[in-house]
């Protein structure tokens, strides 16, 4: 079954250190997302790409960064510069058009300790 | 400026009654409109979506949305809660022809809580 993958699931990172959250799609969408949640403010947009080396910020990109090498994979690196990165994150993929709506992925929980 | 507006941030129901949970957009176009629920720690999954056809719109598990253009409201509606129905929900607008962003924008999330 076609689905989006991501991993791992919880995730713990020291104060200081880089982490990167995996994203992967076998749906042969040409779009991709990361949604930050937080309780009580929705999910709000990192970043996106339309194709393949080709992204864009969204709303809260400080502190983020994001390759998109392959149509499959959409990888989130978590920086030092990122003052609070204790959050669930979500990626999502689409066919060219977000008017299509999403796929979700099941989400990894990041906790700074 | 806000492109989608939740209106109640819970909202408390007895199993067995109709549901209704709110929302407000803003375009200048005429967008595309979602609904996602998402259960703890879980992804999100589409309910339903409107995209300009039938205003009046059937999802899953027996939801319905109807988008009101001269009120600006897509609401969500059930007519009878079933405990496994406890969730959160999003409003989400598809709004690239107002923000340049090809993107969808989410609200701030209703949390369904369904009594026995």
């Known amino acids: 079954d076609g689905g989006i993958t991501q991993s791992p699931k919880y995730l713990f990172r020291k104060e200081g250190q880089n982490v990167t959250l995996s994203c992967e799609q076998n749906l042969n969408h040409d779009a991709m997302y990361w949604y930050r949640q937080d309780p009580g403010q929705g999910l709000r947009l990192i970043y996106y790409s339309q194709i393949v080396n080709d992204f864009q910020k969204g709303d809260i990109a400080e502190g983020y960064s994001v390759s998109r090498e392959k149509k499959e994979s959409f990888p989130l690196t978590v920086t030092s510069a990122q003052k609070n990165p204790t959050a669930f994150y979500l990626c999502?993929?689409?066919?060219?058009?977000?008017?299509?709506?999403?796929?979700f992925g099941s989400g990894t929980r990041l906790t700074v300790v | 400026a806000q492109s989608v507006t939740q209106l109640d941030s819970h909202v408390s129901v007895s199993e067995g009654t109709p549901v209704l949970l709110r929302c407000n957009y803003s375009?200048?176009?005429?967008?595309?409109l979602f609904w996602y629920v998402q259960h703890p720690n879980k992804g999100l999954q589409l309910l339903l979506k409107?995209?300009?056809?039938?205003?009046l719109v059937k999802g899953i598990n027996g939801f319905e949305a109807e988008f009101k253009k001269s009120e600006t409201s897509f609401h969500l509606t059930k007519p009878s809660a079933h405990m496994s129905d406890a969730a959160e929900y999003f409003c989400v607008v598809s709004d690239h022809l107002d923000t340049g962003r090809r993107a969808l924008t989410f609200g701030s999330g209703t949390r369904l809580q369904v009594q026995p």
């Open positions: 375009s200048s176009y005429s967008p595309s």
């Open positions: 999502a993929s689409s066919r060219d058009s977000p008017n299509y709506g999403y796929t």
């Open positions: 409107y995209t300009s056809a039938a205003t």
